[in-house]
């Protein structure tokens, strides 16, 4: 089988296009008594336009490592620095309150399931996304509409950008967020199993979508798999065992 390079730390972007950077970074929890390592030492890069697949086992620290990059969780250890709007913020440093504002402003997040909410239209998922920093003034307004509509036509979804999300497929509902998710023009899209709710057909379709998408919008894609042929896809690999980086 075929595999996309293991990344190898050396071979980060230069600092002008890297959207995420990871060094020495460790996580642990509590664990009984003691603490369980989660993410052990894991340096890495990702550039703008270019995608990272995160494999491992289950329980490897694929998620804890999507944590920190998604400032859900800040590393015990190490850093991780994201390029934004205003320059390298490091993730280990920042308050809870800028953390939020990140992931409205500079990360796109995509789940397992896509969290959209039932009762509102594709598009209005995508506008609701774009208003939560408050609401904008009229020519805002217009502008959130435009820009829902031309992303729900990139992920081919332009003709029903009018129809409740209870109406979707499964695939089409991701197709849904991931257009969500690069609503507010992030550097950053990490993916947490995208495809795993759905039948291989639909999954292929999201796959491609997500890593054409990456490089398209020129936003960083950290995506989790367990999938080898999802990893082939991407442009680098990353292979965790017991949190810790080991070749593929
Ligand atoms: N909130 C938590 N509290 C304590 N331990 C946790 C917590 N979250 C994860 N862990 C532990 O940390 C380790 C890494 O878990 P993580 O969910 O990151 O792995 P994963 O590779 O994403 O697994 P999976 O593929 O099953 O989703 C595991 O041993 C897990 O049991």
Known sequence: MSHAPVLDASAVGTPATTALRMDDVVLTYPDGDGRITAVDHVSCGIDRGRSLAVTGPSGSGKSSLLAVAATLTPPESGHAWLATRDGEVDLAAVSARRAAELRRTEIGIVFQQSNLVESLTAREQLQAMAWLGGRPSRA???????????????VGLGSLAGRTVGALSGGQRQRVAIARALVNRPSLLLADEPTSALDSESGAV???????????????????????TVAARCDARMHLVDGAVRSG
């Open 140 to 154: 805002r307004r217009a502008q959130v509409r435009e820009r829902a509509d031309e992303l729900l036509d990139r």
């Open 206 to 228: 999201v796959m491609d979508l997500l890593v054409r998408t990456a490089q398209e919008f020129d936003v960083a894609l950290m995506l989790v798999t367990h999938d080898d």
